[in-house]
Nanobody, 123 residues
Framework: QVQLVESGGGLVQAGGSLRLSCAAAGGTFSSYAMTWFRQAPGKEREFVASITRNGGTTYYASSVKGRFTISRDNAKNTVYLQMNSLKPEDTSIYYC????????????????WGQGTQVTVSS
């Protein structure tokens, strides 16, 4: 079983940048595909970005493509989300998730979840 802890959230002005981190413990990190999701108040949790076990393939929601970059460091058991050109509509709680199935990792049925980190973008 893997435990996930997100960090790096905060308050930023529109157009600014943040880098989120998700540190994993208790499992073989390189065996998990990793995904970032987000959930705004009153809305459903939505997919943001995902990365395969070896980092060779990445996936992005159309709303963040070109602005966000997902990456991972298997030696540090950490996945990152670099967020640039932030917009007020990016305001959400951001969660990382892990699953040994790359397909399931990109869905709300992913097996392991962190507690989330708040990102607030002011206009």
């Amino acid at each position: 079983q893997v435990q996930l802890v997100e960090s790096g959230g905060g308050l930023v002005q529109a157009g600014g940048s943040l880098r989120l981190s998700c540190a994993a413990a208790g499992g073989t990190f390189s065996s998990y595909a990793m995904t970032w999701f987000r959930q705004a108040p009153g809305k459903e949790r939505e997919f943001v970005a995902s990365i395969t076990r070896n980092g060779g393939t990445t996936y992005y929601a159309s709303s963040v493509k070109g602005r966000f970059t997902i990456s991972r460091d298997n030696a540090k058991n950490t996945v990152y989300l670099q967020m640039n050109s932030l917009k007020p509509e990016d305001t959400s709680i951001y969660y990382c998730a892990a699953d040994q199935s790359p397909t399931r990792a990109r869905t709300p049925q992913a097996n392991y979840w962190g507690q989330g980190t708040q990102v607030t973008v002011s206009s």
